[in-house]
């Protein structure tokens, strides 16, 4: 894991095949599927997406949001001190603010200390944003050339985003088809 890359699907598939027939009603996948196989072993096994939502964020500005990403060091509770504010960009218009604990570099949740993970080095993440690229990619040419319901996000405000993605998600899906029913 320290190194970037995925775990290996001889071990992951079983995992997540036993857990999808485990569920009783509609889920969300998040970080999965992240290759062409996984997406295609996914449809084998009559699993379907009614909705994928791929999220963007420029390179430079996904690395440094994962750079500042802080961990308590005791229950895992996250935390991020990069401060993106590119609303003078036109182009750009993303404001990411820190997401800081009231006490620097103590947890709020239980007052452990907040530490960097060891995997969150500019080396490795730009390994996983490498192979991200190399393995996700196809995943979209597969869902576009396919006719599977697709909507790409560009992240904007991190958080503060949700109420334009939900009503984003409810437009793709045609929500209000269901609700007026």
């Given amino acids: 894991m320290n190194k970037g890359e995925l775990i290996p699907d001889h071990i992951l598939l079983p995992i997540m095949l036993a857990h999808l027939l485990s569920l009783k009603s509609s889920f969300i996948l998040d970080g999965f599927p992240r290759t062409l196989s996984q997406i295609k072993w996914l449809y084998s096994h009559n699993f379907h997406f009614n909705l994928a939502i791929r999220f963007h ?4 500005i996904l690395l440094k949001k994962m750079l500042g990403r ?17 609303m003078n960009d036109e182009k750009l218009g993303i404001n990411l603010p820190v997401l800081t604990p009231k006490n620097p ?14 995997e969150d080095t500019e080396h490795t993440l730009q390994h996983r944003m490498q192979i991200y690229c190399q393995q996700t990619e196809p995943i ?5 050339e ?5 909507l790409t996000f560009d992240i904007k405000k991190g958080v503060d985003d949700s109420d334009l993605l939900l009503s984003k998600i409810k437009e793709k899906l045609h929500f209000s088809e269901y609700i007026a029913k």
Avoid: M, W
């Fill in 140 to 144: 979209i040419q597969f869902l576009n």
């Fill in 146 to 150: 396919n006719n599977h319901n697709l």
């Fill in 105 to 118: 570099n103590k947890c709020d949740k239980c007052n452990g200390n907040l530490i960097s993970r060891s």
């Fill in 57 to 60: 964020l420029p390179d430079h």
């Fill in 70 to 86: 802080r961990v308590c060091e005791n229950c895992d509770n996250t935390y991020n001190v990069a401060n993106i504010n590119n």
